[in-house]
């Protein structure tokens, strides 16, 4: 790719902002267009500009189609760390990227879209549970079209099902249908990150679970889960993720990325997991000492308060209640990062548990 430029969604996020000061480091000469709502705030001008040196601000929410697919038809690469749920941000990023094609057919552009493990959830409603261990060499996205499931190959047994309607994987599959249509060639991967944990350096310090458990506590006078709790994740350090969006964006500039149908990426570490009911009472202890919320520990949401959260997603066009997401078992072996040489480093250092407190104490 000659003198790329980068348009890039979710600069002011908890990933997108610790990603955009690695970016800035390891490859400022690259021009970056980043896509930012409340743009006349004048601290995040600054910041945004501090930490890139060729950073042009675009005013626009996710919801400014026009301006979404104009920027990215006039891009090279789009990398997408607002929002893995929003489909008609998707559709004008592809969109713009499809008429960028057509009219420069022998430069395909490259999509990075970052999306989560979500994907690959057992739905085990907080019941801790020998889940599968996924790993990225093996799915398949591609092959939904004909039938309910995602079929996914694996060493053990012929097939494996991912359920369709688990988060994420519509707009997934849409990316993976982009990255290998022949006629409109469009370069694609995708990131999926575990649990993302640890104080981001960026604008945005505190991991967006962590945002909505905390609040979630607050309105109920306790931290915690739905159902038991028992359920996990496999997580990653913020610093670690921002890493592994550069490493396949270094390894796309040079023509040696997975894309298309094998641009699948886990970004997880293999270090212990932690439980949502582990993490929660680490959280519930300090909210109490911190007299914010009125019981110590952490307790299972009650079926009323899982239904509002339902309904609150339903009224933003979501169909979710959360037990997928937060009641699920999300087992994940990044392969295709490893073999790209990335290695979760910051997530070997310290653990999920261990920064729990202070990522509570940088989010209140
Ligand atoms: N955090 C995790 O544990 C985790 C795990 C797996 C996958 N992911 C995925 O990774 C991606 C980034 O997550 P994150 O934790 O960094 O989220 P985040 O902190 O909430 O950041 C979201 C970013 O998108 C921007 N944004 C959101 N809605 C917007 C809108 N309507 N218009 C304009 N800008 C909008 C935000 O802008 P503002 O600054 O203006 O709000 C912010 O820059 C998401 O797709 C998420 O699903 C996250
Ligand atoms: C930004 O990058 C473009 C393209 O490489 C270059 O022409 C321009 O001079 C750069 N601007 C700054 C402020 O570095
Ligand atoms: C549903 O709504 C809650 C609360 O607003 C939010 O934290 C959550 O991420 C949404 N999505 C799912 C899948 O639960």
Known sequence: MNDPVIFLLGATGYVGSQFLIILGRVLPNIPVRALVRSSSDSERQAWLHGVHLNLTIIDGTLEDVNTIQDQAEKADIVINLASCDHVVCTEAILSGLRKRSANKPSQPPFLLHVS???IISDNARGEARDAKVYSDLDLDLESHVSCDFIF???LGSLYDRLPKDNPHL???ISVVKAGTNKEIPIRTATIFPGMIYGVSEGIQKT?????AFLEFAKINGHSGT?????NSINNIHVKDVASAVLTVLQAALENRAYEGAQGIYFASSQ????SWHECMTVIG????EKGIVSKPGSHPFSDEFIESIKAANLSRGIHADGWSLFGGNQFSKPERLAKLGWEPVETKKRSILDSMK???EAAI
């Open 170 to 172: 519509e707009i997934d």
């Open 271 to 274: 270090e212990p997991r932690a």
């Open 226 to 230: 739905w159902g038991k709790g028992l």
């Open 358 to 360: 202070d990522s509570v």
């Open 116 to 118: 989560g493990t979500g």
């Open 285 to 288: 202890n300090h909210l109490y």
């Open 152 to 154: 996914v190959s694996s």
């Open 207 to 211: 991991t967006a679970w962590l945002r």
